[in-house]
């Protein structure tokens, strides 16, 4: 079997943060696999064939990846970002565990890439220099009491915090309740970031405190970062710089 | 003033994972400054001096690194990994908000890389593919009362975690520590991955459940992901695949 299946981050939008590892995979492959707005970023050559697909038929393209690759097709799933954070790498180990014992035989390599909240931290500085952790606000796929759980954990631990998928389509009251429960335990005055579409051109970054947030500042396209008890703000003529710093009491 | 500062991450060895971004950065610098091992990797050429340092003098290399830009230098900061996680951005913005007001003025740009946590789960498979946190076990820069409080809070949030820097030099005991609190609140069976110099030629990958794993398992090129209640092991011929699926409950 010469079929193999890679499963590989674009980072956050730009040319510039695709690994060459990930451009090597492209340059192999005879199919690519994804979610439209990410297999649009695919450049058509002869011998490549196309497979986009909608938002939520993860499963279903999962599988049908690890059909071709085990037909001996040479498979690359793209995800934005990191595979492995909230997006295609879990759903394709999903589909392997459920699937014919012979798909487990199969070449399979993960291939990470820039994930957007890495994107984010850097433009606006380094608010995930310490200790931080990262959680899907989409509840898709877990219900909300467990989110708000784990909001309320991690800030007792002081984590900073990175939201992906802060408005959900399904519940898009989602993100006020987490605005209002922040402000609840953290105050009002910890900065938070709204990175929009970073490295693309349409990228926006604000960073307001708490009580200035309000949910109409994320949308789909953004990354929520905020900050633990001891992040700070840099004032410059420039964009202002957030950051945690590397040490804590 | 022309010269400016950038800080960009090496990711986590290979050069297939380094970004386009950072190398045309490092194609235009004449200054490059860094822990030794880090700088090492840069090829020498005429026209750039490089500034290796040693470990453990982050603060003083940041205020070298600004005090060349802001005489007109090209300087990149080098980190493995991201910059921004447990590495130099967050060290420049401390020398930048302690120095001179106008190093605020200079061009300071962070250029994101593979952080060692996501190189090593696309290595093992997708165990960060569920909300998760990252904590730096160092307790070179807070108190160890501190790692342990929010390793406990991690558990309980059910977040799987990814545990930089796990062998201390400061404090070598640590990790023995970090092992027994681990096995007590989470029981033996949960799998913990150790994941050493992912991506070069000395990788190796050992996946074991917490019973099983030992102090010796880690070293200063370790990185060290314990799962969630919800982290699985996929058997078959060739190395198991350890992922977290998408959806809790």
């Known amino acids: 079997m010469s079929g193999w299946l890679a499963i590989a981050g674009l980072g956050p939008g ?5 690994t060459p590892e990930v451009r090597v995979a492209l340059a192999q492959a005879t199919d690519i696999v994804g979610y439209i707005p990410y297999v649009a970023r695919i450049a058509p050559r002869d011998g490549l064939t196309l497979h986009p697909s909608d938002n939520r038929v993860e499963g279903e393209r999962a599988a049908h990846a690890l059909e071709m690759a085990a037909a001996g097709r040479r498979v690359v799933v793209v995800s934005s970002g990191d595979p492995g954070v909230f997006a295609m790498a879990a759903a394709v180990f999903e589909a392997l565990e459920a699937g014919p014992e012979a798909w ?3 070449s399979i390599n993960v291939l990470p890439g820039i994930t957007a ?23 898709n796929l877990k219900p909300w009491e467990l989110i708000e759980r784990r909001l309320r954990l991690a800030v007792e631990a002081d984590f900073a915090i990175a939201l992906y998928n802060p408005r959900s389509k399904a519940r898009p009251e989602g993100f ?3 605005i209002d429960l922040l402000r609840d335990v953290c105050g009002d005055d910890r900065p ?5 579409a970073v490295s693309t051109p349409e990228e926006t970054l604000t960073i307001v405190p708490l009580s200035q947030a309000t949910p109409d500042m994320a949308d789909m396209r953004t990354m929520v970062i905020i900050g633990s008890s001891q992040t700070r703000i840099i004032s410059r003529s420039g964009a202002p710089i957030l950051y945690t710093p590397r040490s804590a009491s």
Do not use: K
């Open 176 to 178: 006020a309740r987490t």
């Open 192 to 196: 938070i970031l709204f990175a929009r």
């Open 117 to 139: 909240m890495l994107a984010a931290s850097a433009r606006a500085g380094a608010p995930l220099g310490h200790d931080f952790c990262a959680i899907n606000l989409s509840d």
């Open 104 to 106: 487990r035989d199969l």
């Open 14 to 18: 730009s040319e510039a943060l695709v």
